[in-house]
């Protein structure tokens, strides 16, 4: 049975590749002089169109990997702030500490805030892989900012990788992670009112 946080992984990915297809690449994607110019939902759009078939591919592959690993441990609703937030935050922060990246497509820095917010819930029912999996991405993450992008992710992905996208999308989810385990501590020691 699929659950509505399934049904939205679903949908995301079906705007991604109905978006590539329609052609809308060029009109969607992070656009610096256009943002400066009024088109602030460039910094959102940006994230769900891609360089091409192949980076598309890349990126749906990447999502279908955290669905089976970690999408479990969030609502829909959560995933949906993950989503929006992380995208939201790799656009910005491109736009105020990148300011020689004119342009910027990818799903690829929202995609490491589902992973590092999805992997951070998963400490509560398997610390040991989620250890793992958390460490796996900061060691990505660090490697991409002292080395640049892993071998053979720019062929994979038919051009430039930008790897702060990257670290300002997990940024975001950390933010949403530490968020709802705030939230779901408070509702924890909220005293249960009598009928």
Request: net charge neutral; proline share 5%.
């Amino acid at each position: 049975m699929l659950t509505p946080a399934l049904w939205l992984a679903i949908a995301i990915a079906a705007l991604c590749i109905v978006l590539q297809l329609a052609g809308l690449d060029l009109t969607l994607r992070f656009d610096r002089d256009s943002i400066s110019d009024g088109q602030w939902w460039l910094l959102l759009t940006g994230n769900f169109v891609h360089l091409g078939q192949s980076h598309l591919f890349m990126n749906m592959a990447g999502l279908a990997l955290i669905v089976a690993l970690v999408w479990p441990n969030y609502t829909a609703l959560q995933w949906s702030t993950v989503i929006v937030v992380s995208s939201l935050t790799v656009g910005i922060a491109i736009y105020l500490r990148d300011p020689n990246t004119y342009w910027y497509v990818g799903f690829s820095g929202t995609l490491h805030g589902l992973l590092l917010a999805g992997s951070l819930a998963d400490f509560r029912r398997y610390p040991f892989s989620a250890s793992a999996l958390t460490v796996l991405v900061i060691g990505k993450l660090g490697w991409e900012q002292f080395y640049g992008p892993l071998p053979g992710s720019e062929s994979t992905a038919g051009g430039p990788v930008m790897v702060n996208a990257h670290l300002y999308g997990a940024i975001g989810g950390f933010v949403c992670a530490a968020a709802f385990f705030v939230i779901s501590r408070l509702r924890a020691e909220r005293p249960h009112q009598p009928l």
